[in-house]
C-alpha cells in the first residue's frame, strides 16, 4: 500500500515541492477506499481469462485492508460509505475465490 507521503510526492503536493496544496489525510483515506472496488473487478476479469494466481494475493490484500479500517471509528459521512464500499468488494472477490473452488480451476498444487 503506498503512504500518504508517497502520494504527495508522486503527485509533485505539499511544502517539499513548493506547492500550496496538500494531500489531506481523509482525502487520502478516501482514494484508498476506492482501490478494492478495483481490485475485485482485477479478480473477476482474472478469473475469466485463467490468471488464478492473483486471486490469492488480491484477496489477502483486500482483506488485510478492510480489516485495518474497520479498526477505525467513522462517523457517518463520505469516508464512511467509502468503507462500506471494501466491504462489498470483498464479498466480491469472495464470490470469485468461492466460484473458482467449486469449480476447481486452479491446479491442486495452489491452493487458495
Given amino acids: 500500500l503506498i503512504s500518504k507521503d ?3 510526492d508522486m503527485l509533485y503536493l505539499g511544502v517539499k515541492h513548493g506547492s500550496k ?3 489531506d489525510f481523509e482525502e487520502y483515506l478516501v482514494g484508498v477506499c ?3 472496488r478495483e481490485l475485485a473487478r482485477l479478480c473477476v476479469n482474472s478469473a ?7 486471486l490469492k494475493d488480491i484477496s489477502k490484500f483486500v482483506t488485510e485492508l478492510y480489516g485495518g479500517f474497520r479498526l477505525l471509528n467513522l462517523k457517518n459521512d463520505g469516508l ?3 468503507f462500506d464500499g471494501i466491504k462489498y468488494a470483498v464479498q466480491k472477490i469472495e464470490e ?5 473452488r467449486v ?3 486452479m491446479e491442486k498444487s495452489s491452493t487458495l
Fill in 34 to 36: 476506492g482501490a478494492p
Fill in 80 to 82: 464512511r460509505r467509502k
Fill in 21 to 23: 496544496i496538500s494531500l
Fill in 6 to 8: 508517497e502520494v504527495e
Fill in 103 to 105: 469449480r476447481k480451476l
Fill in 96 to 100: 470469485v475465490m468461492y466460484d473458482v
Fill in 48 to 54: 475469466s481469462h485463467g490468471r488464478y494466481d492473483l
